[in-house]
């Protein structure tokens, strides 16, 4: 399946390819809440690593509860800001240690990016946050 996405203030452009492809309706509206975050989302100025933006995205998607089944469950990826379903699961472990922390952290990244953010919001840094997540689900980072 190819998907190709194209975002700005004012549109979300899906490839007709894509949409033709689709079996399942969810897909499809789980597409446009992730595309639909990046319009409101900021971007740290372009300094916020893409795999949290992205994960970002996906993580309204996991709260909108259409996670496709290929998504890795919780407390599996490598890194925190790998993107997708990998940051998505570890920003909702996140959001579990303090309600409203991705849009606290969304609300930081208005004009430029530091993982200092976490240690203001969650006390540690990112890199300590994701082993405590793997750690929860008794996997080593």
Not at 17 to 29: C, D, G, K, T, Y
Not at 103 to 117: I, P, S, T, V
């Amino acid at each position: 399946m190819e998907l190709h996405t194209y975002q700005s203030i004012h549109e979300i452009h899906l490839s007709a390819r894509w949409i033709n492809n689709i079996q399942v309706m969810e897909e499809f509206i789980g597409v446009l809440y992730h595309e639909t975050t990046h319009v409101w989302q900021w971007f740290g100025n372009n300094e916020a690593p893409t795999g949290l933006t992205e994960g970002i995205a996906d993580y309204v998607r996991l709260k909108a509860n259409y996670i496709p089944d290929h998504w890795v469950k919780a407390g599996e990826g490598d890194k925190w800001d790998h993107g997708y379903d990998v940051t998505a699961r570890f920003l909702d472990y996140c959001d579990g240690l303090r309600n409203g922390f991705v849009a606290d952290l969304n609300k930081k990244m208005r004009n430029g990016y530091n993982d200092q953010y976490f240690v203001e919001l969650l006390g540690k840094m990112p890199d300590q946050l994701f082993t405590d997540y793997k750690a929860k689900y008794g996997n080593i980072a």
